[in-house]
């Protein structure tokens, strides 16, 4: 269902590509893409450095897979090294999505929505750390609730024995279960390299535990907001497409709101800031309020949220 990986966030390697792809539209040819971005990483070894270039580009890819038409959206590949590379229109240039999404990334001065959007970015190419996120994190830290396929007992059993409060606690050995338990997925080491990334973004951060066992691993949830770019960004994806103006209560608790794990409160925050800058706008009707998404595009969105608060 999910497949393992071995890169981390690379945060800064990710902004250089993204930089390379925002000015590719001008000079050079979408076939060097790569070696390019390849000859930007720091690696020793040419191969390794190919290797992550090709990851890195199939994440801007996948961060940046909102609809350039009706039916369209860019390829993000299956993983494999011949899927990771940087997509193409049929006239061999770039989608206006990932030109508007790498312009997005290299150009926002605000340095923790820049590694939000490299995270959305990592989430949607590695999808097993975003199903982490949604799946057991959000339910689990948000919602104060266990998540599905636990019974309470089973779940502290897996958890080291902890319960719920006071301070909910996630150990690395209950989200491996987990991971088994839900996915059939068997891979400890990749669940760690997820962990990490949830922790290098500030999603999570380490919280570790003494028993009768010695030193166990642990994550609690980090205090942590979440920027106006990513969170648009994100609805753009999740709803930007919809004939129908999503409700509060589903922007509150979309997709990307559990991807960063954050509360319905932080979400309603950032879209008042949105309607002030004019960028959504709200409107009730059948006593249903629902948020209407003002820009229909991607590079207008970039351009738009460069203009605003984040990009100034």
Not at 151 to 169: C, K, S
Not at 196 to 214: E, K, M, N, T, Y
């Amino acid at each position: 269902m999910y497949a393992r990986f071995g890169q981390e966030l690379y945060v800064q390697e990710t902004i250089a590509a993204a930089t390379i792809l925002a000015i590719h539209d001008e000079e050079g040819d979408p076939r060097l893409v790569r070696e390019r971005v390849a000859d930007s990483l720091p690696q020793r070894s040419p191969a390794t450095r190919l290797r992550v270039a090709a990851k890195l580009l199939q994440r801007i890819t996948a961060g940046a897979a909102l609809t350039d038409a009706p039916g369209k959206r860019a390829s993000v590949g299956d993983g494999s090294p011949a899927a990771m590379s940087v997509s193409q229109d049929a006239d061999g240039s770039l989608p206006t999505g990932l030109t508007a999404f790498a312009r997005l990334l290299s150009g926002l001065p605000d340095t923790q929505a820049r590694r939000e959007l490299v995270y959305y970015a990592a989430a949607r190419a590695d999808k097993l750390v975003g199903a982490i996120a949604r799946d057991l994190l959000y339910p689990y830290f948000i919602e104060n609730r266990i998540p599905p396929p636990y019974t309470e007992d089973e779940f502290i059993m897996a958890n080291a024995g902890l319960l719920l409060a006071p301070e909910p606690i996630l150990t690395t050995g209950c989200v491996v279960d987990f991971a088994r338990r839900a996915w059939g997925f068997e891979s400890e080491r990749t669940i760690c390299l997820a962990l990490r990334i949830l922790r290098q973004v500030g999603v999570v951060f380490s919280s570790p535990l003494l028993d009768a066992r010695g030193r166990v691993h642990a994550y609690t949830l980090a205090p942590h907001s979440l920027s106006l770019s990513a969170l648009l960004w994100g609805l753009y994806e999740e709803f930007g497409r919809e004939n129908l103006a999503p409700a509060w209560d589903q922007v509150g608790r979309a997709q990307c709101a559990r991807l960063f794990v954050v509360p319905p409160s932080v979400v309603a925050s950032r879209l008042w800031e949105a309607e002030r800058a004019g960028l959504v706008g709200f409107w009730s009707a059948g006593g249903v309020r629902r948020v209407a998404l003002k820009v229909r595009e991607p590079e207008a969105l970039a351009r738009l949220l460069l203009a605003g608060p984040e990009g100034k």
